[in-house]
Structure formats: structure tokens, C-alpha cells
């Protein structure tokens, strides 16, 4: 089938007992497209992602990729198909070198050439010239970079990414922004983007969704988002 999106999430609930994590919600992301999650704390953002990804089995609903179901899919056979994340604190090996993990990463994928896939994911996030250097000897800002890149190796369809601005420096996130927006022109990645910086998430974002309460309250394009009433009363007129 083909289809414009390379993501639709239908009517995902996630349940807890009683405690709606998500409910009834409708997301979709077009190829080469940055879309960004907002929300307060609680929203269900991480949660969304883990349901997209295979992490929490879903109540109800389904997850499409490519126009094809992978709701009964595993997390690593989404991974396999393109389906891809980066974690708050990661598969990072301390004492391996850069392009060590990044090619290993590479291998478990299964990329016939892993050497070749490394290194073109190191010079996209320009992180050659680190190569031969030890992750823990790594800058903060450089070991998120690294994070990206074993959530890229393996030319992902979709990169999902939770908070990745956290705790760096406001030009390190304005690089990382910046890393992002080439990514989807280059690599046609498209990019779901959970971040509380509301510079970073409306200066790169194509388009927006806001969550209150595991529901979608707000989605469409930047400017119309910021001048929404409920999202302004929810969340804008504390954050922006
Ligand atoms: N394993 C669990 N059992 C019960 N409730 C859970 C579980 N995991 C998450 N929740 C609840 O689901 C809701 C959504 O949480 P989630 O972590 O997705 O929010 P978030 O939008 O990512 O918040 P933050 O901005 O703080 O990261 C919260 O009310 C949380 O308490
Ligand atoms: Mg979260």
C-alpha cells in the first residue's frame, strides 16, 4: 500500500486498572516531516512512544507504519522495519570507542555493510572526528549525539525521540535541532519529537500535537497551535 504517512497511531488507549494512560488517540506523521509532542507532565508523551514502538501493548487501536499494521509486532521487529527511538540514558558502552558501538549497533541490525553504515551516520552527526575516542570520555552534548546515532544506524523511517534537548546547553540543543531538520531533507527520516523547549519544538516542528490527560487536546500547524485557547490555558500560558 502506499501511503502519504509514514506513521499512523488509530485510536491508541493504553490502560492502567483504572488510570487512562492514553485514550482514543489519533497521531500521524508524514514522510520527512517533524511533528511535536507537547504537553505537561503526566500528558502520556513517553507513553505514546512506548506504544508506537512495541514497548507497552495497547489497550486498543492499532499502529501503522508505512501503511502497514505492526500492531502485533515485537519492539525489535519494528526497529527491523525502519521503527526507531532514542532513550533518555543508553545502550551507551562506556570504554568502547564511538565507531566501535556505532558499527556493532549497525551489525545487530543486520546491515550487510556495517563499517559503510557507520561511517555515514558518523559524518551526518558530525561525529568522524571523534571516532577513535572512548564514549565516557565524551562530552554531555557529544554522548547525546552518539545516542542519535545508534537510533539512526540502519536508515530508520522513523525516529522517535523523548526529551533529547534535556540538560544540554542552549547552543548544544540548536546544533541537535539543527541535526534534525538535515536529517529529514537527507535521509528522508521523519521525526516525532517529545521536548519541553518550546523554542526547539516550534522552531523545527511542520506540525504539532498537544496532549492533556492521555488525550490529544490541539493538533495541526505551529502557528495555529500557539493560538489555540485550550492549549494556551493548559499548558502555553505557564510554559511559553
Ligand atoms: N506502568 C504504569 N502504571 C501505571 N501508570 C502509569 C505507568 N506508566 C505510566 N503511567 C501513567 O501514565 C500517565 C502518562 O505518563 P507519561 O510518562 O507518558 O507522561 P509524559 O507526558 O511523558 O510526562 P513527562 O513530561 O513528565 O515525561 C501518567 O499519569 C503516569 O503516571
Ligand atoms: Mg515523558
Known amino acids: 500500500m502506499t501511503t502519504a504517512y509514514v506513521l499512523q497511531a488509530e485510536d491508541v488507549a493504553i490502560h492502567y486498572g483504572g488510570v487512562k494512560a492514553l485514550d482514543g488517540v489519533e497521531l500521524t506523521l508524514k514522510k520527512g516531516q517533524i511533528r511535536g509532542l507537547i504537553g505537561p507532565n503526566g500528558a502520556g508523551k513517553s507513553t505514546v512512544i512506548d506504544a508506537i514502538t512495541g514497548r507497552r501493548r495497547l489497550t486498543r487501536g492499532r499502529v501503522l507504519l508505512d501503511g502497514e499494521d505492526v500492531s502485533a509486532l515485537g519492539a525489535v521487529e519494528r526497529r527491523q522495519r525502519g521503527l526507531s ?40 552527526l558530525d561525529l568522524a572526528r571523534l571516532s577513535c575516542m572512548v564514549a565516557e570520555d565524551l562530552g554531555y552534548g557529544e554522548q547525546r549525539r552518539l545516542d542519535l546515532a545508534l537510533a539512526l544506524v540502519g536508515r530508520p523511517k522513523l525516529l522517535m525521540l523523548d526529551e533529547p534537548m534535556a540538560g544540554l546547553s542552549v547552543k548544544e540543543s540548536h546544533d541537535l535541532a539543527r541535526h534534525l531538520q538535515a536529517l529529514t531533507s537527507r535521509w528522508e527520516v521523519s521525526v516525532l519529537l517529545v521536548e519541553h523547549d518550546m523554542d526547539v519544538v516550534f522552531g523545527i516542528s511542520d506540525a504539532i500535537t498537544v496532549f492533556e490527560l492521555g488525550r490529544v487536546i490541539a493538533s495541526g ?20
Open 85 to 124: 527511538r532514542s532513550f533518555q540514558r543508553t545502550s551507551i558502552f562506556s570504554g568502547m570507542t564511538v565507531r566501535r558501538q556505532v558499527e556493532l549497533a549497525s551489525h545487530q541490525m543486520g546491515m550487510a555493510d556495517s563499517g559503510a553504515d557507520a561511517d555515514a551516520v558518523l559524518e551526518e
Open 221 to 240: 500547524d505551529p502557528a495555529s497551535v500557539r493560538s489555540d485557547a485550550r492549549v494556551r490555558e493548559a499548558y502555553l500560558g505557564s510554559a511559553a
